[in-house]
Structure formats: structure tokens, C-alpha cells
């Protein structure tokens, strides 16, 4: 079974540029998730969606952050524009469904230094 | 406000020794306590998780104990070696509607050949 994809692995770019990742789930996957861990940190939830529909995005800075997920399947997460504190690993996850009864499943990150 | 607080920030065992790692959390509501494992690069993975309804949970080398009254779990790594040598994050989540993993700061393990 295919893990959960992402791309770029890395990004660098100066502030007030925008960037955007990428994650293909699991297929079947229903939920999914994008996460921010910064260096020295656990993982931070950003947004989860529920098929294509956002169901948790209340420690998203949607001033600049946003994220989509069209036909249920991919998922994009833009930050726009970017600051230096956004300097992390943005990790995606996909689960069966919602709950603890479904592990989540990580994919490998894309690391963003912002100078 | 840091739900689960994870100690120690880092650990150093020899090969062949007993790596501890300890969680305490606040939330009572909380019923599902995984722990991950996270190499250099890699996303985090599942490794074992336990539910406050038994105390201790095993699966080969690794076990979670488990303590509801305190609010605290811990894991255990029996005859460390050095390809455990990563970083260890416990997590907590509720099991109501679309709840969320919350996340310890990681414990980076180093098992000394």
C-alpha cells in the first residue's frame, strides 16, 4: 500500500513570498490532515477535512494560510504571505475516518525555511 | 496551554538498556494515548498506543504503562538498540466527534552502541 505522498520535500524562500504544498493521501482516505512541527516540537494540527470539507481549522492563521481539498482527494496548503516564524516541517496525514479508532498515517513532510 | 507535557526533552541509554519516556496530561476527557516514532526525514508512525481502561499495554520491546489517577503514561523500550535511536512523541485524543491529535514536544532517544 502507497504511503502519503508530498511534495516538495523542501522549500526555501524569503518572506512576504507565498508557497504551496502538496499531499496525495492514502487512497480511501477520507480524512485528512495537515500539521505544522516546528524544530524542537510535537506536531501542531492546522486543518483537518472530512471527505473535502473542512471539520477543525481553528489553529489555521487564515489571514495567511489556506488549504483545500478538492474531490476529496488531494489537498494543497498555501501560505501567503510568508513570515519567518513559518520556518517548519508541514507534515500531512490521512485516516480511514474520524476518531481514535483509525490511525493516522504521516507522510514524509516538506521542510520550509523562510529567510 | 500545553495539554500533554513529555519528558525528558532528551535520552541517552546504552545498548541493551531500558529507555523510559514519560507523559502527563490535563484533559480527563482524553481516552486514546499513542505513542510515535520519528527518524531523521520521516513523518511520524504509529508505534503503540493504549486506552485508560487496562494499565500497561505491550508489544515486543516497547510497553506503555498506564496510570489514570495521576494522569500519566509512560513508555518503555526493553534492550534498546541503536536502530530505536530516533524521536518519541506521545499523543493524546479525545473520541468525540472530529477530535484531534494532541501532541508532546518529542523526546529525542540516542542508544549508544
Redesign the interface.
Known amino acids: 500500500e502507497a504511503g502519503?505522498a508530498q511534495s516538495p520535500r523542501y522549500k526555501i524562500i524569503e518572506k512576504r513570498q507565498s508557497v504551496a504544498f502538496w499531499c496525495n493521501p492514502i487512497s480511501g482516505h477520507a480524512t485528512l490532515?495537515w500539521y505544522q512541527q516546528i524544530l524542537?516540537?510535537?506536531?501542531?494540527?492546522l486543518i483537518?477535512f472530512?471527505n473535502n470539507g473542512v471539520?477543525?481549522d481553528s489553529q489555521l492563521p487564515k489571514d495567511r494560510f489556506s488549504a483545500e481539498r478538492l474531490k476529496g482527494v488531494d489537498s494543497t496548503l498555501k501560505i501567503q504571505p510568508a513570515k519567518l516564524e513559518d520556518s517548519a516541517v508541514y507534515?500531512c496525514?490521512s485516516s480511514l475516518g474520524?476518531?481514535?479508532?483509525y490511525?493516522?498515517y504521516?507522510?514524509?513532510?516538506t521542510r520550509l525555511t523562510v529567510t | 496551554q500545553q495539554q500533554?507535557k513529555?519528558s525528558p526533552q532528551s535520552l541517552i541509554v546504552q545498548k541493551g538498556g531500558i529507555s523510559i519516556i514519560n507523559c502527563a496530561y490535563e484533559n480527563t476527557a482524553f481516552?486514546?494515548f499513542p505513542w510515535y516514532q520519528q527518524f531523521p526525514?520521516?513523518?511520524?508512525?504509529?508505534l503503540i498506543?493504549i486506552?485508560p481502561d487496562v494499565s500497561e499495554k505491550k508489544e515486543g520491546r516497547f510497553t506503555i504503562s498506564f496510570n489514570k489517577s495521576a494522569k500519566q503514561f509512560s513508555l518503555h523500550i526493553m534492550d534498546s538498540q541503536p536502530g530505536d535511536s530516533a524521536t518519541y512523541?506521545c499523543?493524546a485524543?479525545?473520541?468525540s466527534?472530529?477530535?484531534?491529535?494532541t501532541?508532546?514536544?518529542?523526546t529525542m532517544l540516542l542508544v549508544s552502541p
Open positions: 502519503v490532515y524542537g516540537q510535537g506536531p501542531k494540527l483537518q472530512q471539520v477543525d507534515l496525514a474520524v476518531g481514535s479508532t490511525e493516522q504521516f507522510g514524509p513532510g | 500533554v513529555q481516552d486514546y526525514g520521516k513523518g511520524p508512525a504509529l498506543a486506552r512523541f499523543a485524543r479525545m473520541n466527534g472530529y477530535s484531534t491529535l501532541f508532546g514536544k518529542g
